[in-house]
């Protein structure tokens, strides 16, 4: 018993670590690749999350909905929703200097918090949106979880391939070249508003996804979830210390940090408990530290971006250190 | 080519340019010199896009294309390189060239997912080219180098690579040969020839180096005080008075003579003219 109550902690920490990732690879697209400081993940998270929970779960006499529709929709929803508002979000802020783009958009973020917590016939208030399905929820345990990370892995592999491909592309290319340098980009006949705009949707999209996800996971979403420090702070240094740039580093990072995170709660839960009620800064603490620890000693990251290949069919590439 | 009448900017309280009126024919390697602060740059910003005039008009060939944002410019064949080196840094040599090409069909998003073969093919030809260039500019060892770690030589080197990816109408180089050795601005220098020979690019040239502009340049055209002192070839410019009253100031007395005038006000007042 005790060895299938570790499995099943191992396998919830995988299937929130792959949430997590998934959240990150979003993080990547626009600040690794465009230079994008959107500090409000939390805001298109959420978004997403209550897309996805108002759309499936069943009707409620509280909240919006529930529209009772098949999951995958609920998570099309997520994206959809995310990336519309990321576009309104978009058009305005995204001539903005980078340090005040981090200003508006953990203002929006905020704003989008306060909205769902109190426009109760939207979201739920306080109570939020419950009873939203989970993928394999009738299978018994440990399949139910199984199931869901299997999703979680598909959706994780796909997005990572088209990623990816959208990076070593000339689109890649051009949002690291505005990245770089904004001015040189433009005087090389490069829309650069328009190429920003792209980045900051797709990524804001994808962060919406990891807000549907989460919801699917827990099976809920409250006010209380979009917790700044959970979702925009995290997925911010998982990226860091994986490496900005580099896909996957995103990923690497999201598993290393949540395994970190998850740890220290093991580590806090030993302490006296006097100590208890300050755990949860304990742990905050560590994570910074390591943060340090990574920027000084591999300032790229774990794993620091890497140009893609270009080379002649005919020629052997050099190893690039 | 480009044809640039009454132009004028302020910034604030400063006027960087005053009525200014500049031809730059087809064909010609253009120089443009002045003291610091006489408004060159900001001319070229204005021409390249960066920021619209406050008063008057630019043309390019024949179209008006005052204010157009500097992508809008180049599709119309103006590139430009900058004063300071402007190169995409964390991205090797090579792909720093493969940036400026117009119409990539990977750069839409959807067809880098979607058309994947086509895109490579046509990678494939703008590598080809890349090389090209880099063999041209004598960068062909430096190829998967991170363009942040060459010298500020070569990456003025590379700004003109830039340019060379494109089909050019008119290149307007800031300073190409600034902080750059002689040995490698004779090349730099040949290479322009070529490009203007070869290629048919017009060549609209700011440079404090005279022996360059001696050596490339006709017409060239004296600015200062945000206006257009004279113009002509360059043994012309050297023997008029008031181009040398221009860059010396009025703080030289024994060789200020009756041509002085009003235009040349004391150095220290138009250093502090953004350039």
């Not at chain 1, 979000?89 to 958009?105: F, H, K, M, P, Q």
């Not at chain 1, 996957?248 to 220290?264: D, R, Y």
Request: charged share 15%; net charge neutral; glycine share 12%.
């Amino acid at each position: 018993m005790e060895l299938f109550g570790l499995f099943m902690y191992l396998l919830g920490f995988l299937a929130v670590a792959l949430i997590y990732a998934i959240g990150c690879l979003g993080v990547n697209i626009n600040w690794g690749f465009t230079g994008l400081f959107n500090v409000g993940v939390a805001g298109f998270f959420a978004v997403g999350a209550y897309s996805t929970a108002i759309v499936t779960s069943p009707p409620s006499p509280v909240h919006l909905g529930g529209f009772d529709l098949p999951i995958p929709v609920g998570l099309v929803a997520a994206i959809v929703f995310a990336g519309a508002v990321a576009w309104v979000v978009g058009r305005i802020c995204l001539r903005l200097r980078s340090d005040y783009l981090a200003i508006a958009t953990v203002g929006i973020a905020e704003i989008l918090r306060l909205v769902f917590r109190n426009f109760e016939s939207l979201g739920g208030g306080p109570f939020g949106v419950q009873r939203v399905p989970r993928p394999f929820e009738s299978l018994p345990q440990p399949w139910s979880e199984i199931g869901f990370i299997v999703v979680l892995a598909v959706i994780l592999l796909l997005l990572y391939v088209l990623i990816q491909r959208a990076w070593s592309a000339p689109w890649g290319r051009v949002l690291r070249a505005i990245r770089d340098n904004e001015e040189a980009a433009a005087a090389a006949g490069k829309n650069v508003e328009a190429f920003r705009l792209q980045a900051f949707v797709l990524g804001s999209a994808i962060m919406g996804l990891f807000g549907g996800l989460f919801a699917l996971y827990t099976k809920t979403i409250t006010p209380n979830a979009i917790e700044p420090l959970m979702v925009t702070f995290l997925p911010w240094v998982m990226l860091i210390v994986g490496g900005s740039g580099n896909n996957k580093g995103a990923i690497l990072g999201a598993v290393a940090i949540w395994a970190l995170w998850t740890m220290t709660e093991i580590l806090t839960g030993l302490l006296p408990s006097d100590w208890a009620s300050r755990a949860a800064f304990i742990r905050v603490f560590l994570i910074g530290l390591l943060l340090q620890i990574v920027l000084q000693r591999f300032p790229g990251g774990l794993l620091p971006e890497k140009p893609p290949i270009i080379r002649a069919p005919d020629e052997k590439h050099p190893d690039r250190a | 080519m480009i044809s640039v009448r009454n132009l004028s900017k302020h910034f604030g309280g400063i006027q960087a340019v005053r009525d200014c009126s500049v031809e730059v024919e087809r064909g010609s390697i253009t120089g443009l010199i002045g003291p610091n602060g006489a408004g060159k740059s900001t001319l070229f910003n204005i021409i390249a896009g960066v920021f619209p005039p406050s008063n008057g008009t630019v043309t390019l060939d024949g179209e008006d294309v005052t204010g157009l944002k500097p992508h809008e410019l180049f599709a119309r064949g103006l590139v430009r390189t900058f004063q300071i080196a402007h190169e995409y840094s964390s991205m090797p040599v090579i792909e720093n060239l493969m940036v400026p090409p117009p119409n990539q069909r990977g750069e839409t998003l959807i067809w880098s997912w979607l058309q994947w073969g086509a895109v490579r093919r046509q990678e494939a030809e703008i590598r080809d080219k890349a090389e090209d260039v880099l063999a041209f500019l004598r960068l062909t060892d430096l190829k998967y180098e991170l363009a942040g770690n060459l010298s500020g030589g070569q990456k003025k080197l590379l700004e003109l690579g830039r340019t060379m990816m494109t089909d050019a109408k008119v290149v307007l180089l800031d300073e190409v040969g600034a902080g750059v050795n002689r040995t490698l601005l004779g090349e730099l220098s040949t290479d322009i020839e070529r490009l203007n020979r070869e290629r048919g690019y017009t060549f609209f040239v700011i440079e404090h180096d005279m022996d360059l502009i001696a050596r490339l340049c006709d017409p060239v055209i004296v600015m200062a005080q945000g206006t257009v002192l004279t113009q002509g070839s360059m043994a012309d410019i050297r023997a008029n008075e008031a181009v040398i009253e221009a860059y010396l100031g009025g703080g030289v007395p024994a060789e200020t003579g009756p041509n002085a005038g009003p235009n040349a006000g004391p150095g220290g007042a138009s250093e502090a003219r953004p350039s």
